[in-house]
């Protein structure tokens, strides 16, 4: 199984100009917790989590002005040079990669293009398809798929 199999195709993504409120927004929107921030020309130039985000407002700055989310930037909190995938990838290089960085998600990319991102969700995801068709195979080996 390869990461283009798993990953999430054409994410939402983020620029450097996006305010921390407007990514907020946007990942409470649909439900994910990590945005591929881009660049000029569309490249990939970091990626921003919500734990980034939370990171950013328990600020004592933060503490102080209720509308703060609105004056920061993308940029200012994101994580530049993020550690990245390409689709062909197997799912495995993507789930090592994860554990030993501690990060949740990596952009997917062909050449400079973000194509996708995988999460630890996708791959957990992955896990339980292999593991519902092993379950399958072992109960009914009378049928092959």
């Known amino acids: 199984m390869n990461v283009a199999e798993i ?3 054409k994410p939402i993504t983020a620029t450097r100009e996006t305010t921390l409120s407007d990514a907020m927004f946007k990942m409470r929107q649909i439900g994910c917790h990590h945005l591929p921030v881009l660049g000029h020309e569309n490249h990939l130039v970091g990626i921003i989590s919500e734990r980034d985000c939370m990171h950013a407002l328990s600020s ?6 209720p509308y703060i989310a609105e004056t920061i930037f993308v940029r200012e909190v994101m994580t530049g040079a993020p550690i990245i995938i390409e689709p062909a990838a197997p799912a495995e290089e993507a789930a090592r990669l994860m554990l030993e960085n501690y990060i949740g998600a990596l952009p997917v990319v062909l050449g400079e293009t973000l194509v996708g991102i995988v999460t630890k ?14 379950h399958f195979r072992l ?5 092959s798929e």
């Open 7 to 9: 990953m999430t195709e």
């Open 60 to 65: 004592e700055a933060a503490k102080r002005d």
């Open 121 to 134: 969700s996708d791959i957990l995801m992955a896990f339980m398809q292999m593991c519902k068709r092993n």
């Open 139 to 143: 109960n009914h080996p009378e049928i």
